[in-house]
């Protein structure tokens, strides 16, 4: 079965560890409502340094290009910072679905509440 790719952001903080343990996390439950995840915050720090601003320059560029080839944006966690804002700007303008993760998950019928539909029905 061919998954569509979803593209994970969330405002992900200065612990790589957190950030790690939270982006799997999301991703498990993406996978399991059907997509095929992508989470660069859990990939991208392997091997390059943000430190370095070339590198984290590369960084934002290779992200870019992720979410370019993403089905859908999946917008996880509870706040929103900058990076998350201009994920869903970039999503917007090239025209792909943003959503949440309860989103997600309600919409394939794994969510704790029902769609707001199929109440009014």
Same mark, same amino acid.
């Given at each position: 079965?061919?998954?569509? %790719?979803?593209?994970? &952001? ?6 790589? /560890? #957190?950030? &790690? ?5 999301? +991703?498990?439950? =993406?996978?399991? $409502?059907? !997509?095929?995840?992508? +989470?660069?915050?859990? !990939?991208?720090? %392997?091997? %390059?340094?943000? $430190? /370095?601003?070339? #590198?984290?320059?590369?960084? *934002?560029? /290779? ?10 944006? =999946? =917008? +996880? ?6 990076? *998350?804002?201009?994920? /869903? ?9 943003? &959503? &949440? %993760?309860?989103?997600?998950?309600? =919409? ?6 029902? +769609?707001? #539909?199929?109440?009014?029905?």
């Amino acid at each position: 079965m061919k998954r569509p %790719l979803a593209y994970i &952001t969330a405002p992900w903080g200065g612990n790589e /560890i #957190e950030n &790690t343990e939270d982006a799997a996390g999301y +991703c498990r439950k =993406v996978y399991d $409502a059907g !997509f095929s995840p992508i +989470c660069p915050v859990l !990939f991208l720090p %392997l091997f %390059l340094n943000d $430190a /370095i601003p070339q #590198e984290h320059k590369d960084g *934002v560029d /290779i992200a870019c290009n992720f979410l370019r080839r993403a089905h859908v944006l =999946v =917008v +996880c966690g509870r706040n929103v910072d900058e990076t *998350v804002k201009n994920d /869903i700007a970039t999503a917007e303008r090239l025209h792909i679905t943003a &959503t &949440t %993760l309860d989103g997600i998950l309600t =919409v394939k019928g794994q969510g704790r509440e029902k +769609c707001p #539909e199929k109440e009014r029905r």
